[in-house]
């Protein structure tokens, strides 16, 4: 991944990551951004109350990150609903198998190969079409795991921070006395509040570091090859760098100075759409609203609140934020035109595949009930697979899905893996010798 890239691997991969945050790309996203959250705003305002993280912080930073990738219009929901259950990097609370068929990132990566493939073969005038045939800065073509790999990073990286940052930055502005007041009267502040809470509360907690050589830190001796835990909350606490740490402060000099997006040559490429995601949509709730509070029923009176942070070493952040909203008086909360999702959706519904019933076999074998790795190590398995379909035991996209089922792959390439050729390998499949 590229976080934990060094020197020109990082450098080229990085190249990548900035062609999608070029002043147009950003102005173009922003107005999704405006749109979007509009949309979003109205709605919970309307309603009366919200609760923020899973109903408009998390869908709202996945279609972003879809839309600055260029994710196609029609394919967005199916991410939303992806990664609407997910759990936040760090999870502690079980183990997520990252080669797991229905870990959110292999869905994903499956669509976003195909986007990939068929962009290099097929080349329009899309975002897509751009990243996937960019070249690195020494004139190399990237392979095009790397682009898949780089698209899933991204939404890795910018989903649950960016969410987490709203829920974060909306606790402070309920619950500091005399704050959300403040910044109606005067919204040019929330860019500071917004810095303020990611020095105090920024979503992302730590990283790591490997010493590639022998190397200090202050005082203490840290041998090349040591693994190192830094931990960004305390830095930003640090009484030897901020006066008065702990406390809240909108005029605090220097209030960009913190390290909630890292430093250096892996810093946040996300942060300036961080700070927009969140400054848009704190303005519109902001706007809309005469009051905000929590839903005392559920998080308790101020001063004695119950919240629930999210069980993750990595990600600071709440799992729900339950809000009363009362809307401000003569503001017209009609919807301000045709839904930004909506549309999307209406584009082309993708088909359907229906599920195709499973071949009893003496092998045990079949597309919909075994994985693609032990297919892919059994010879006459194998041998069944490269008849029916040339090449794709070969085929490196098929390497990020071998824990998939050839069923669960039909879903990306509908075409290529059509049912009657997958009732076909599952009648040879049946035939096969048990193992
Ligand atoms: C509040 C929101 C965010 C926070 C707190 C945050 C935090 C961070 C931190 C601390 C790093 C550095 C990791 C390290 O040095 O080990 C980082 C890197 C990165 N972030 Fe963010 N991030 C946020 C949002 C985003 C968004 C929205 C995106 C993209 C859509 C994004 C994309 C990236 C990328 C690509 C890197 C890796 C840069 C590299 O290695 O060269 N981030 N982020």
Not at 63 to 89: C, H, N, S, T, Y
Not at 176 to 204: F, N
Not at 209 to 223: C, E, F, M, N, W
Request: a negative charge; aromatic letters at 6%.
């Amino acid at each position: 991944m590229l976080v934990n890239l060094d020197d020109n691997p990082h450098l080229q991969l990085r190249s990548l990551v900035n062609r999608l945050f070029t002043p147009s790309r950003l102005k173009a996203n922003e107005e999704f951004i405006q749109a979007f959250s509009d949309e979003l705003v109205r709605e919970a305002v309307a309603n009366g109350s919200v609760e923020l993280v899973r109903t408009i912080a998390t869908p709202f930073v996945t279609l972003v990150i879809a839309d600055l990738l260029g994710i196609p219009a029609e394919d967005r929901q199916k991410f939303m609903d992806i990664i609407q259950d997910a759990p936040p990097p760090g999870n502690l609370d079980g183990e997520l198998d990252l080669n797991a068929e229905d870990h959110p990132f292999m869905i994903m990566g499956g669509y976003f190969a195909q986007y990939v493939a068929d962009r290099r073969a097929n080349p329009r005038e899309d975002i897509l079409s751009e990243l996937a045939n960019a070249l690195y800065p020494d004139g190399t073509l990237p392979d095009e795991m790397a682009i898949v790999k780089l698209g899933m990073f991204m939404f890795g990286a910018g989903q649950d921070t960016s969410a987490k940052l709203l829920g974060n930055a909306m606790r402070y502005i309920v619950d500091q006395p005399g704050l959300q007041d403040k910044l109606r009267a005067d919204p040019k502040l929330i860019p500071a509040l917004i810095e303020e809470v990611l020095r105090l509360e920024g979503s992302t907690k730590q990283t790591a570091r490997l010493a590639r050589r022998d190397t200090k830190i202050g005082d203490i001796p840290v041998p090349a090859g040591t693994k190192i835990m830094l931990s960004i909350a305390a830095a930003n606490r640090d009484p030897a760098r901020w006066e008065d740490p702990q406390a809240f402060k909108l005029d605090r000099p220097k209030i960009r100075e913190h390290v909630a997006f890292g430093r250096s040559a892996h810093t946040c490429a996300g942060a300036p759409l961080a700070r927009v995601e969140v400054r848009v949509i704190l303005e519109k709730l902001l706007k809309y609203t005469s009051d905000i509070d929590l839903d005392a029923e559920i998080h308790g009176p101020r001063g004695a609140r119950k919240l629930n942070f999210e069980p993750s070493f990595i990600i600071r952040g709440l799992a729900e934020l339950h809000l009363k909203l009362t809307p401000a008086a003569g503001i017209d909360l009609s919807p301000s035109g045709s839904s930004v999702i909506q549309k999307s959706a209406a584009v082309s519904p993708s088909p359907e595949v229906p599920a195709a019933p499973v071949s009893a076999s003496a092998s045990g074998y079949s597309t919909a009930g075994t994985k693609l790795a032990v297919l892919l190590g059994n010879p006459g398995a194998k041998a069944v697979l490269d008849q029916h379909f040339p090449g794709i035991t070969s085929d490196k996209r098929i390497g990020m899905a071998k824990s998939m089922t050839l069923r669960a792959i039909q879903k990306f390439a509908p075409g290529q893996f059509t049912n009657e050729a997958l009732d076909a390998v599952d009648r040879d499949l049946a035939v096969l010798p048990a193992d």
